[in-house]
């Protein structure tokens, strides 16, 4: 038997490795997997909803680390995730994405001769501002199996002179909990839910399907400074449509702290985090999404949604090339015009791009079983 860890810590590591721990039950004769949650996102909203909605096991083991600084975060989840490997002795460590808890672990497996096998691997935004741009090249560094979700991962892992052997094209796990959950979320009454609360001000005259937009902000670079906030929250008072507003840890602090949940515009609808499949089936719903997210610019590309990226830049850039998505940047004055543009009629066209086909997983794990062997 040989014996892999996948690592997670925040939530879309959750949406990332559910499928993937469908995939490897399908081999309990010959692999053991095990789940380490390096414990980075902890609220329940952000992280036990989605063990639950995904269908996931609880961890076998919690790091317990909760927030801190980014040196905090990482060396705490070191310390923490050598002694699950000295007692654990994996053969792989599997890790998607590009959060502290990516690197974190696979600077501890690779200096401990233990193999790596990154999920989603490759995406660059070329802007080392981002803490994930650097999470992204560290773990593409010491990766001995890297998984890449579109064509830009292939193309910059080899202008990084990364052997060409070790590369695999397999698609995008995201999809996949994405088109495995489908019928659950097409099932969904977040909005009949939304409308029967007091959240939904009377000026918005109730949630339907193409009549508000949805939006999530998180980027430290949208949220962190006050400044920014207030202008942000302003544009989406510019805006002729509801808005629905699942407010992040992050950026619930940083409106605490600008007191802006005090004169919050009457068109906008602020919720909690929202669980996995409640969340998919208001993106599907919703006439635009602004967003500064990661996954939800493949999620709209893959629901055809149209979906305007609040960044200078994108590490997705398939999304925009051949899918629904805007990048329009971070002055909010444009966001504000091409939303009015988008609500006004004009859309974008979009297809689904390669091997974002809902088998990613499957893909995977039969090149880890294929390719890596009891030490
Ligand atoms: C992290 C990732 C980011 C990813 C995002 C997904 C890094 C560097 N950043 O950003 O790439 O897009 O997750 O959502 O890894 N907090 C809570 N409760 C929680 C989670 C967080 O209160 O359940 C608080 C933390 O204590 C901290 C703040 O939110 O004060 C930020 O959390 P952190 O995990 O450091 O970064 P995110 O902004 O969530
Ligand atoms: N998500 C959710 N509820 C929310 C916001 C997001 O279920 O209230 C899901 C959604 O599928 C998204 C994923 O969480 O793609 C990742 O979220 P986030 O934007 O926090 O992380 P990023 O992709 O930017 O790293």
Same mark, same amino acid.
């Given at each position: 038997m040989i014996k892999i860890i996948s690592v997670v810590g925040a939530r879309p590591n959750f949406i990332k490795i559910a499928p993937v721990y469908r995939a490897f039950r399908k081999y309990t004769d010959k692999v053991i997997h095990k789940i380490c949650h390096t414990g980075q996102h902890f609220d329940t909203n952000m992280s036990r909803v989605f063990f639950e909605e995904l269908e996931i096991?609880?961890?076998?083991?919690?790091?317990?680390?909760?927030?801190?600084s980014h040196a905090r975060q990482v060396a705490k989840i070191m310390i923490e995730f050598e002694k699950v490997l000295l007692q654990e002795k994996p053969d792989l460590i599997l890790v998607p994405g590009d959060v502290n808890s990516t690197m974190a672990v696979t600077l501890v497996a690779s200096k401990m001769g233990i193999p790596v096998g990154h999920i989603e691997?490759? /995406?660059?935004?070329? $802007?080392? *501002?981002?803490p994930e741009e650097i999470n992204r090249m560290v773990t593409d560094l010491l990766s001995d199996l890297l998984f890449v979700s579109e064509p830009s991962g292939l193309e910059n892992l080899k202008r990084e002179g990364v $052997?060409? =052997? =070790?590369?695999?094209? *397999?698609?995008n796990v995201m999809i996949d909990s994405l088109v495995y959950y489908l019928p659950k979320i097409n099932d969904s009454k977040i909005l009949s839910r939304l409308n029967a609360t007091e959240e939904i001000p009377a000026a918005t005259a109730g949630l339907k399907r193409g009549n508000y937009v949805l939006c999530t902000f998180h980027r430290p670079g949208n949220v962190d400074d006050p400044g920014n906030l207030t202008d942000l929250i302003k544009m989406l008072e510019a805006l002729p449509a509801p808005v629905v507003f699942p407010v992040h840890p992050r950026t619930r602090k940083n409106m605490e702290q600008t007191g802006l949940y005090e004169k919050l515009p009457k068109n906008l609808i602020l919720t909690e985090p929202i669980g996995y499949i409640d969340f998919l089936a208001l993106v599907k719903n919703a006439g635009l999404v602004i967003t500064d997210s990661g996954g939800i610019q493949e999620e709209t590309t893959f629901l055809g949604v149209q979906c305007i990226t609040?960044? $200078? #830049? *994108?590490?997705?850039p398939v999304t925009v090339e051949v899918g %629904? #998505?805007?990048?329009?940047? %971070?002055d909010f004055g444009k966001v504000k015009e091409a939303a009015l543009k988008v609500l006004a009629g004009e859309k974008k066209e979009g297809r689904i791009p390669d /091997?974002? $086909?809902?088998r990613t997983a499957g893909r995977i794990v039969e090149i880890v079983l294929d390719k890596i062997h009891k030490s």
């Open positions: 096991p609880a961890p076998d083991f919690n790091l317990g680390i909760h927030g801190g691997s490759g /995406l660059r935004s070329f $802007d080392r *501002t981002m $052997d060409e =052997k =070790k590369i695999y094209f *397999t698609g609040v960044r $200078d #830049n *994108t590490e997705r %629904t #998505n805007r990048l329009i940047g %971070t /091997l974002w $086909d809902g």
